[in-house]
């Protein structure tokens, strides 16, 4: 999926000094919308666990992504 935005959707980050230069690496946050039974019945139970209703929608979520330096592909 991250593939499919190309190298132009990351953007480098550098979040701290380490003992070996500053640790950084490139991100992307993709909006996606799950699409799974699982991850659809789990979001029915707590809806209607906290307002006992579930209007049937799974939201968009974000998906954090890292594409190392060096790396052919983005992780996971």
């Known amino acids: 999926m991250a593939t499919g935005e190309g190298r132009a959707a990351f953007q480098e980050v550098t ?17 996606i919308r799950p699409a799974d039974r699982a991850v659809e019945r789990a ?12 209007d049937g ?3 968009d979520l974000r998906l954090l992504t890292e594409w190392p330096p060096g790396a052919e592909a983005p992780t996971g």
């Open 15 to 31: 979040w701290r000094p380490g003992s070996r230069g500053a640790l950084c690496s490139s991100f992307a946050a993709l909006h």
């Open 43 to 54: 979001v029915r139970a707590r809806a209607c666990a906290e307002q006992g209703w579930w």
């Open 57 to 59: 929608i799974l939201h």
